[in-house]
């Protein structure tokens, strides 16, 4: 999901993938002179899509407190690592690049994806087809709030603080009733704009030994913390999407909570981003195809709740094999026969149209 497509270094690789600016990535044709595409960060965004399908296929298990646990756990990063990514990538971005991109790994995917889901729903459950492209369906909404990030990356350029400003921002959505996917864009922009303000130099600090040590302290940490708070606290907060009154909340603790959330979020970024190989190892090519990847599990997952398969894994070692089949699940759709089959919808080449 998170763009050398929503999950490089701001680069076009060498191996035919480029950059869609979603933190995931697509295949489109290979261009000539591009820079080597960073292991590290193609590393970080497969495990972190990886993390994406887990979550949801662990949605339809909800009740059950480990696995509660663990949803509230990996949903307070794993979306910011891929929105975090996304900025780092549209600072390196330029000119007409920039906006082919936007239009054939953002634009378009999404509407094409916005009408397939709802045909899905109406194939596989019997729901009415209704295509709206302004009220995302499931998985969409990253697309629609990724063109609201990239469309802002100018105004972030100029403010002397952006940091602050895109913070205080994502403080002040959650006082005023906004349309979900407005509110999301909102919160998680802080993430986008931090992303923008990082340089290869801060990364390179993630990867100091006495780092790596904390960041895993805090990782095993983090599973132990949600145990305890899966219970008194909603994870409506780390989904990012709702107003302090839908979450039952004034403004000033509103504020709090959410601030804390941003918080967390940020250091357990930081700690995934310090712990993924910043070498090449066998998933590393998995990296070019996580946008395919986020936005083709979502017809599984959901082929799999409305066919009743979660009645029968409501148990641990049913959500262990729930887990595994989504890792499974994530892998297959990296393949590249996957990417060869599905490029027409995930990166569309669109020669005829574009110049």
Same mark, same amino acid.
């Given at each position: 999901?998170?763009? +050398?497509?929503?999950?490089?270094?701001?680069?076009?690789?060498?191996?035919?993938?480029?950059?869609?600016?979603?933190?995931?990535?697509?295949?489109? *044709?290979?261009?000539?002179?591009?820079?080597? #595409?960073?292991?590290?960060?193609?590393?970080?965004?497969?495990?972190?899509?990886?993390?994406?399908?887990?979550?949801?296929?662990?949605?339809?298990?909800?009740?059950?407190?480990?696995?509660?646990?663990?949803?509230?756990?990996?949903?307070?990063?794993?979306?910011?690592?891929?929105?975090?990514?996304?900025?780092?990538?549209?600072?390196? +971005?330029?000119?007409?690049? &920039?906006?082919?991109?936007?239009?054939?790994?953002?634009?378009?995917?999404?509407?094409?994806?916005?009408?397939?889901? *709802?045909?899905?729903?109406?194939?596989?459950?019997?729901?009415?087809?209704?295509? +709206?492209?302004?009220?995302?369906?499931?998985?969409?909404?990253?697309?629609?709030?990724?063109?609201?990030? &990239?469309?802002?990356?100018?105004?972030?350029?100029?403010? &002397?603080?952006?940091?602050?400003?895109?913070?205080?921002?994502?403080?002040?959505?959650?006082?005023?009733?906004?349309?979900?996917?407005?509110?999301?864009?909102?919160?998680?922009?802080?993430?986008?704009?931090?992303?923008?303000?990082?340089?290869?130099?801060?990364?390179?600090?993630? #990867? #100091? *030994?006495?780092?790596?040590?904390?960041?895993?302290?805090?990782?095993?940490?983090? *599973?132990?913390?949600?145990?305890?708070?899966?219970?008194?606290?909603?994870?409506?907060?780390?989904?990012?999407?709702?107003?302090?009154?839908?979450?039952?909340?004034?403004?000033?603790?509103?504020?709090?909570?959410?601030?804390?959330?941003?918080?967390?979020?940020?250091?357990?970024?930081?700690?995934?981003?310090?712990?993924?190989? +910043?070498?090449?190892?066998?998933?590393?090519?998995?990296?070019?195809?996580?946008?395919?990847?986020?936005?083709?599990?979502?017809?599984?997952?959901?082929?799999?709740?409305?066919?009743?398969?979660?009645?029968?894994? #409501?148990?641990?070692?049913?959500?262990?094999?729930?887990?595994?089949?989504?890792?499974?699940?994530?892998?297959?759709?990296?393949?590249?026969?996957?990417?060869?089959?599905?490029?027409?919808?995930?990166?569309?080449?669109?020669?005829?149209?574009?110049?």
């Amino acid at each position: 999901m998170t763009a +050398s497509t929503g999950t490089g270094t701001g680069t076009t690789g060498t191996t035919g993938t480029a950059t869609t600016g979603t933190g995931t990535t697509a295949t489109p *044709p290979p261009t000539t002179g591009a820079r080597p #595409r960073d292991p590290h960060l193609d590393n970080a965004r497969f495990l972190a899509v990886v993390l994406v399908v887990a979550g949801h296929a662990w949605a339809p298990l909800a009740g059950m407190g480990a696995v509660d646990a663990m949803h509230l756990a990996v949903y307070t990063f794993h979306l910011p690592v891929f929105v975090l990514i996304s900025g780092y990538l549209e600072a390196n +971005s330029s000119g007409r690049d &920039r906006a082919r991109r936007l239009f054939t790994g953002v634009l378009v995917p999404y509407l094409i994806f916005e009408a397939a889901y *709802p045909a899905w729903a109406a194939l596989v459950a019997g729901r009415h087809f209704s295509w +709206s492209p302004f009220e995302p369906y499931y998985v969409t909404w990253f697309l629609l709030a990724l063109l609201c990030w &990239r469309l802002s990356a100018p105004v972030w350029r100029l403010v &002397r603080w952006p940091v602050p400003i895109a913070v205080a921002v994502a403080l002040a959505a959650g006082a005023v009733a906004l349309p979900e996917i407005l509110q999301r864009a909102l919160v998680l922009m802080p993430f986008f704009v931090l992303g923008m303000r990082l340089r290869a130099e801060h990364l390179t600090v993630l #990867r #100091r *030994p006495a780092v790596r040590v904390a960041a895993a302290a805090l990782l095993l940490l983090a *599973p132990v913390a949600a145990l305890f708070l899966e219970s008194r606290v909603d994870a409506e907060w780390v989904h990012w999407r709702a107003d302090f009154a839908g979450l039952g909340q004034g403004v000033p603790l509103g504020v709090a909570v959410r601030a804390a959330a941003l918080a967390a979020a940020t250091l357990l970024t930081a700690a995934f981003l310090a712990l993924v190989p +910043s070498r090449h190892v066998w998933f590393t090519r998995y990296g070019s195809a996580t946008l395919q990847v986020y936005l083709l599990h979502g017809f599984v997952v959901l082929a799999a709740t409305w066919a009743g398969w979660y009645t029968y894994a #409501r148990s641990i070692p049913g959500a262990v094999i729930v887990t595994v089949a989504a890792v499974g699940l994530a892998l297959l759709l990296a393949r590249p026969i996957v990417a060869r089959v599905t490029r027409w919808a995930v990166a569309p080449r669109l020669t005829w149209l574009l110049r």
